[in-house]
C-alpha cells in the first residue's frame, strides 16, 4: 500500500466481567489482608488509521465501572483517551511489530482519596512464531496523581496516591484451536505502592506518604512505599462466533518493598467481550 492510500475505518468494542482479588487493602498482616469481588463493564471506541502498508495508529476513547461489594468505597468509574502508532517491520502476518503508545484517565472513585489522573506511556513489541505462537515484550512508564489528602501528620506528605513506577512484561499466546487461545505473561513493576493497615510505627517510620483510609474503617491508614512487584498472569481466550470472546485469568502478585516489608496477592477474572 502507498502512503498516500491510508485508510481509515471505525473500531469499538464492550465488555463486562467479574474479579475476586484476595488482598485488595494490600495489606502484609493476616489481621489487615481484606478480599473482595467486584463486577465491570467497560466499552471503548475509536478510529484505526491504516497509513502506509507498515504503519498503522489508533485514536480512542475508553470508559470502565467497576463495582465492590464489600468496600464500596473502592468503586470508581474511569474514563480515558488513547493513542498509539504501531510499525511493521516487513509484510505479512508473521512481520515483528513495534507499537508506541500512551494515555491519560481520570479516576472518580467513591472515596475520594483515589480520584484522580493516571498517564501511562509504554514501547512494545512482538511477533507471530512456529505459526501458532504470538510473543511480546514492552515497557511501560506510569505517573498517577491525586486530587487530595487527609493528612495524619503535617510534617509528612500524605499524597499516598501519587506514584510513580515503572514496568516491563513478557508474553506468550498459543493458538490451540481456531477459537481457543491460552496465554501466560510475566510483569515486574518497580515503584511507588500504597498499601492500608491499621496504626503501625515501623511502617510509619518507612512510609514516604501516609493518610487516613476510612474505605478499610475508623482509623485505618494508607501509606506509600517504594517495592517491586512481581505478576505471574496465565488465562484462556475462547472465541464465541466471530465477534465475541469469554476471557478466564488468574494473577498472582508478589511485592517486595523497602525494609523487608512484602505483600502477596490473587485476582481471579472472568469476562465476556463483544468487538463490533
Known sequence: MASGAARAEWIADAG????????????????DIKHDALVFAEASGGQF?????????????????ELYSRYTGLSNLSAGLSAAARWKFGLGAG???????????RL???????????????????IRAFDRWELDA???REHRSADQDMSLDPDISAAV?????????????????????????????????????????????VSSAVAFDPVFGTGAIAYKLHATTHIFAA??????????????????????GDSDINYYGTAYEAQLLYEF
Open 138 to 140: 514492552g515497557y511501560r
Open 16 to 31: 463486562t466481567g467479574v474479579v475476586y482479588d484476595s488482598n485488595v487493602s494490600l495489606a502484609q498482616s493476616r489481621s
Open 161 to 205: 496516591f501519587s506514584q510513580h513506577a515503572s514496568s516491563e512484561w513478557l508474553g506468550a499466546r498459543f493458538e490451540l484451536t481456531q477459537s481457543l487461545y491460552p496465554f501466560v505473561r510475566y510483569t515486574r513493576r518497580s515503584g511507588d505502592i500504597t498499601a492500608t493497615t491499621q496504626p503501625n510505627l515501623p511502617i510509619y517510620q
Open 49 to 65: 488509521v491504516q497509513l502506509t502498508d507498515r504503519l498503522s495508529g489508533t485514536l480512542t476513547g475508553r470508559v470502565r465501572k
Open 108 to 126: 472518580d472513585y467513591r472515596n475520594n482519596l483515589r480520584s484522580g489522573w493516571l498517564y501511562e506511556t509504554a514501547l512494545s513489541t512482538g
Open 235 to 256: 488465562g484462556l481466550t475462547q472465541a464465541v462466533g466471530a465477534h465475541a470472546s469469554i476471557n478466564l485469568s488468574i494473577e498472582r502478585r508478589i511485592s517486595h
Open 95 to 105: 512481520a515483528p511489530w513495534a507499537r508506541l503508545g500512551g494515555s491519560a484517565t
